[in-house]
C-alpha cells in the first residue's frame, strides 16, 4: 500500500499517521496504550520457547566439535562478564531429556534453536563432517516430533566455525557458497522433519556489533564499511540458501524458509516535526530497513540509506558510496527469499535528528540521529533493553504497513532479570502479560498477520557480554550445580496459562460486569421543570397556547 520508490531525501509523511506517535485518529491513540485488549489468537496460534546453541549447549569441543568464533572470543580473559564462557553453559549437549521435560510442562507448540555449525562440521566445510553432531540434532529433532512440538530452526547465531574466521569470516565473499553448502547439508539432513528455517539471527547484530563496533566476535572495529561489506554478503548467503531450499527441497519437503531479523522501535521526538518523523523513520531503516527491504520489497537496500551513505561519502571525497550496490541481476535473486516474516523485539528508543559529524566514518554517524530513552520505559537487568510494551503493536504495525501485511512470528521477545532471582519474577509476569497483549491488539485491532510468539527464552543461558549475571529464562539454571538443575520460574507457569487460554480471554469474574438488562426493560429520560431553562419554557408555553388555539378552531367547525 505504501510507495516508497522515490529518489531523494524520503519524505514517507503519509505512512506515520498509521504508525508513528499519538495521532487524534490513529487506531493506536494514547488512550489505547494504557487499556487492556481481552481476547484470543485463532486456533493453530504457534506458541513457542527459543534457545540458541552457544547460549546452552555446552559441550564446546565434545564429541569432535570445532571451535567457533565465541570459543576463541570468551576464552580470552577480559572479555565477558566475570570471564564467563559457554564451555558448559546449560550443558543441553547432554541434557535433551531435561531440555524437553520443561517444553512438554509448557505446552509449547513450537521450539526455536539453532545449531550449532561448528559441531556439525568442525572446521565450517562438507568434508570435516561430524556424525556425532549430527547424531545430537537428530535425537532432539526426533523427541521434538515424537511429542509434537515443531522444531524451528535456525542455521546460524552466531558461533561461526574460527576456521572461517581465520579467512575473514563473513566479510569474504566465499563464504556465501560455504554457508550455501552447510544449509544444503542441513536441508537434505533435518529437513525430512524441520519445516521451518531461518538462516540467520540478526544479520544486523552480526554486522554491526560484531564489525562496526567490534563488542562481539570476529571484534573488529571498522565502523565505516566493513559492516556494509558483511550485510551485502550476508544478504546474498541468505538468497543462496533460500533459492538452494527452492530448487532442492520445497517440492518434497514443503518447509519454509526465513531470518530473523532485529528491530527496536523507534518514536520520534515530537511527531509534529517532520523532520523528527523522518529521523526516527530512517532509524528503523537503517536498523531493520538494510536487510528488510532487500528481501521483502525491492532486492534492493531502502532509498534512506542509499541516500544519508551516498552523501556522507560524497562529502567525505570518497570516490564512491561505503553502502555497496546491487546489480539487477543481484536484485532480482535477493527479492522475495523469505516465506514469513521473523523479527525478535524487545526495546522502544526514542529519536531525533542531528546532522552528525564526518569524521570518523562510521555507519553510526551515517543515520543523522540521537538515540535517547522513551520516557514511560521501564529499566530491566541490561541496561539497553528497557520495556515499553506498546512499542511492541506499533513495530508490528509498521512492519506491516511498509512490507505489504506479510504474515509474521515473533521468534524472540523477552526480559531479564538477575540471575540472583530464581524462581519469584514478577516483572516477567508483568512482561508477558503486557508486550503479548499489545501483540493481541496488533493481530485483533489492526488485522496484522501474526501467526506465532516465541518467548525468549526457554531457560537462562549464557547472555553473550553480561554471561550468567542475567538471565532471560522461564526457568532458572543453578550454574553453580554440576548438574545444572532447572526449575521453573512464576513466569513459566503464568506463560503456561497464555498458551492454554490462547491469549487473554475475558476473565470470568469480569463477564458479570458486561451484559443486557431484560425484555421490556423501560428506557426513559427525566426532567425537572425547575431545571430546564427559560427559553425552553417560554417555546412551550407558546406551543401550547398555538396548540389552543388550533384546538378551539378545530372545536367551532
Ligand atoms: C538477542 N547486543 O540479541 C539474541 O538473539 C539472543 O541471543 C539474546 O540472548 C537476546 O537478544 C537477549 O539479549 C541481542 O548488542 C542483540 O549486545 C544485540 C545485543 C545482544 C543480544
Redesign the pocket.
Known sequence: RLILTQVGPPQHQAKYNLCHGDFKFSPQSKFQKKLYHYGTFPVGFQWGVST?AY?IEGGWNADGKGSSTWDTFTHKPGMIQNNDNGDVACDSYNKIEEDLYMLRALKVKTYRFSLSWPRIFPNGYRASLNKKGVDYYNRLIDRLIRYNITPMVTLH??DLPQALQDINGWDNITMIDIFNDYCDFCYETFGDRVKFWMTF??PH?IA??GYG?G??PPNIKKPADAPYRVAHNLLKAHASAYHTYDDKYRKTQHGLVSI?L?ADWVEPLDVNIPREVDAADRALQFQLGWFAHPIFKNGDYPDAMKWQVGNKSELQGLSESRLPSFTEGEKAYIQGTADVFCI?A?TTRRVHHVTSRLSPKSYEFDQDIAIKDVEDSQETA?K??RTAAWGLRRLLNWIKEEYGNPEIYIT?N?V?TNTATTDDDTYRIFFLKTYIDEALKAHNLDGVQLKGYTA??LMD?F????GYSVG?GLHHVDFKHPDRPRTPKRSAHYYYDIIRDNGFPLPEEEKPLYGNFCEGFAWSVATASYQVNKIFIIVCIVGIRISAEILTFLCSL
Open positions: 540458541s547460549q547465531h552466531w539471527n540478526q547484530t554491526w556489533v563496533l563488542a562481539f530473523s532485529n525478535n524487545y541490561v539497553e533493553l524472540e523477552g531479564s525468549w527464552s543461558a547472555e553473550w557480554l553480561n532471560f
